[in-house]
Every structure is written in structure tokens, then in C-alpha cells.
């Protein structure tokens, strides 16, 4: 049986244990979400570890994080597009990139609605909301509902699951 995202999160806000968030995961239409297994691109753990440099891995594959800090795209300020370090699949706009503080490139929405998927992350004794690329399931972070306006999310990205694409002409 599958259990869609819409059903796991309804059960999750039903019980109290999503926050605030949960509405806008409920009602929203700013991420869609695929589970595991049913995204466009399928490769075996074996043919991603030959495709990805082992750190990139580590996150894209193994939901590792980066540390704060350790990425050059957090200070990217160029106008781009930052696409998945995995797939190519195009995620956010240089337009929607802020500065957080937090030490990982933060952006306050995706590229499109079909852009990245998100799903219920439990581990580490906390409940976030993991956030992936829609075409390849690659694991990019987290979104959380402290952002700036007009969105109030803060898409919290490891700098390693992106490349950098500069606009035409903005070398
Ligand atoms: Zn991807």
C-alpha cells in the first residue's frame, strides 16, 4: 500500500504534531511530494555512487548534511538558477536566494511547483520536512516555516546536493 504525502501529513496534523507548518503542507500547492521509488529517474545505489563524487553522495543519496559554512554557494549572489547536483533537474532562482545565517544557501521558494518534493523527516528525534528533487529523489534539506516574506518558508540547502548555473550574459 502507498501512502501519500497528503495522507501522512493529514494523520500528523490530525495528531497535533506538525505545528503550524502542517497547514501549509496540507493546503499548499508550493511543493509536491513523490515517495521514494516513484521518481522519473531510477538509478541503483551502485550506479549513483559511480555518477556522484563521495560527498555529494553522502547528502544527495544518504540525507547526510554539509557543514555550516562549508559551501561556496552559500555566498553565491550572482543571478542563476541552482539546479540538482544529481540530475540537472533546475530547483531555485537566484531571485528567491537570501541570506539566512545559517551557514547553507536559503532560498523562500522553488523553481516551479514540480521543482522539489518534500516528505515527514523524523530522525534525529525531531519531526522537519526533508525537501528532494522531484526528478531524482536526491536529498537536498530541509524546509522550514521561519523564512521572509512572501512565503515565510526557508528552503535550508545543502550547497553540495546544487551546481550553479549563471544567467546568459552574467558571467
Ligand atoms: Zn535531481
Same mark, same amino acid.
Given at each position: ?136 529523489? #536526491?536529498?537536498? #534539506?530541509?524546509?522550514?516555516?521561519? #523564512? ?24
Amino acid at each position: 500500500m502507498t501512502v501519500t504525502r497528503r495522507q501522512a501529513v493529514g494523520v500528523l496534523a490530525a495528531a497535533g504534531v506538525l505545528g503550524p507548518l502542517s497547514l501549509w503542507l496540507v493546503s499548499g500547492d508550493a511543493a509536491t511530494s513523490s515517495l521514494e521509488g516513484a521518481f522519473p529517474i531510477q538509478k541503483t545505489d551502485a550506479e549513483w555512487r559511480t555518477v556522484l563524487a563521495s560527498d555529494r553522495y553522502r547528502i544527495l543519496r544518504g540525507h547526510s548534511t554539509e557543514r555550516a559554512f562549508s559551501s561556496p554557494l552559500n555566498a553565491e549572489k550572482r543571478a542563476g538558477i541552482f539546479v540538482c547536483a544529481a540530475c540537472g533537474q533546475q530547483l531555485f532562482s537566484s531571485e528567491t536566494k537570501f541570506e539566512s545565517g545559517t551557514g547553507w544557501p536559503s532560498f523562500w521558494q522553488p523553481l516551479g511547483d514540480d521543482a522539489v518534493g518534500t516528505q515527514i523527516d523524523r530522525s534525529w528525534l525531531m519531526v522537519r520536512t526533508e525537501v528532494h528533487c522531484a526528478r531524482c529523489g #536526491g536529498h537536498l #534539506g530541509h524546509v522550514f516555516s521561519d #523564512g521572509p516574506e512572501p512565503t515565510g518558508l526557508r528552503y535550508c540547502i545543502n550547497g553540495l546536493a546544487l551546481d550553479f548555473v549563471t544567467a546568459p550574459g552574467n558571467i
